[in-house]
C-alpha cells in the first residue's frame, strides 16, 4: 500500500506539471491569436481613421483612430494618423506627442517620418522637415523616394527658399523621370521666375515621353502665352479640354481665356 503511494505520487505530480505546461500552452495560443485580431483590427480602423480624415469627418475618424490605438497601442501608423488629425483640430500638443509615440516604436519606418515631416512643414518648421523627408527619401525600404524629395521641395517653397526647392524638384525626377507632381512643381516655380525657357523645356520634354496631366497642361499654356507662343498655347488648351474636361484645371483655363491678363 504504502509502496503503491510512493510511486503514484511522483507520477501525479508529474501528469499535473504536464497538464499546466499543456494549458499554458493552450493559453499562450490562445492570447497570439486574439493579439493578431487585434493588430488586424487596428490597422483596419486606422485605415478607416484615415479616410474618414481625408473626407473631412472628424468626429468619426477620431473615433475609428482612437479604437486603433486601444486595439494595438503598438500601431506606429494609427499613432501616426492620430497626430495628424489632432493637428487638424489645432490641438499640436496632442499632434506633437502622438508623433513622439509614432517615432518611439518605429524610428525607421520612412512612413511615420514622412508623416511626420509633412506636419513639422504644416506647422512652419521648415528646416526639421525637409531633414525627415531627406530622411525618408534615402531610406532604401521607403518604397517612393520621389515623393519625398518633391515634398521636400514643396516644404521650402513655403518657406520662399526657391533655389533649395527646385534642387529637391529636380531630384525627384532624377530618382522618377515620369514622376508628373515633380515636373509640374518645377516648371511652375522656374515660370514665376520668369524663367520660361527652361519650364517649357521642363513641359516639353516630360510630355515627349510621359503621360500628361492637368496640372502641367496648364502651366504649359501659361508659359507658351507668356513667351507668345500661340500655336503652342493653343495645343496645351487642346489636350486639357479634350482629355481632361470637367477638371479644376479645365474650367481655370476657361477663366484665364476670360480674364487673361
Known amino acids: 500500500m504504502n509502496s503503491t503511494a510512493h510511486f503514484s505520487s511522483p507520477l501525479?505530480?508529474?501528469l499535473t506539471l504536464l497538464a499546466i505546461a499543456t494549458l499554458s500552452l493552450a493559453a499562450c495560443a490562445g492570447n497570439a491569436r486574439?493579439?493578431?485580431k487585434d493588430r488586424d483590427a487596428a490597422s483596419y480602423n486606422a485605415q478607416l481613421g484615415i479616410e474618414y480624415m481625408k473626407q473631412g469627418d472628424l468626429a468619426l475618424a477620431k473615433e475609428k483612430l482612437d479604437r486603433a490605438v486601444t486595439e494595438d497601442p503598438q500601431n506606429a501608423d494609427a499613432h501616426s494618423a492620430r497626430a495628424l488629425l489632432f493637428e487638424r483640430m489645432g490641438e499640436r500638443g496632442q499632434a506633437d506627442t502622438e508623433f513622439r509615440t509614432a517615432l518611439r516604436l518605429a524610428p525607421h519606418n520612412p512612413q511615420v517620418v514622412n508623416m511626420y515631416a509633412v506636419?513639422?512643414?504644416s506647422t512652419g518648421r521648415t528646416d526639421e522637415g525637409v531633414k525627415r523627408f531627406l530622411e525618408a527619401a534615402r531610406d532604401p525600404l521607403y518604397s517612393t523616394p520621389e515623393a519625398a524629395y518633391a515634398n521636400a521641395g514643396v516644404c521650402l517653397r513655403a518657406a520662399k527658399r526657391?533655389?533649395?526647392a527646385a534642387a529637391?524638384?529636380?531630384h525627384a525626377l532624377q530618382v522618377r523621370p515620369d514622376y508628373a507632381e515633380a515636373a509640374y512643381q518645377l516648371a511652375k516655380l522656374q515660370f514665376e521666375h520668369a524663367q520660361l525657357p527652361a519650364a517649357r523645356a521642363g513641359i516639353d520634354?516630360?510630355?515627349a515621353s510621359h503621360d500628361a496631366t492637368p496640372d502641367l497642361?496648364?502651366?504649359?499654356?501659361r508659359v507658351a502665352r507668356a513667351q507668345g507662343d500661340r500655336n503652342a498655347a493653343q495645343g496645351f488648351a487642346r489636350r486639357l479640354q479634350r482629355d481632361f474636361a470637367g477638371t479644376d484645371q479645365a474650367r481655370a483655363l476657361a477663366a484665364l481665356d476670360h480674364n487673361p491678363g
Open 168 to 170: 529637391n524638384f529636380d
Open 162 to 164: 526657391d533655389d533649395e
Open 119 to 121: 506636419y513639422l512643414c
Open 12 to 14: 501525479k505530480l508529474k
Open 34 to 36: 486574439q493579439e493578431k
Open 205 to 207: 520634354g516630360f510630355l
Open 217 to 221: 497642361l496648364l502651366i504649359g499654356v
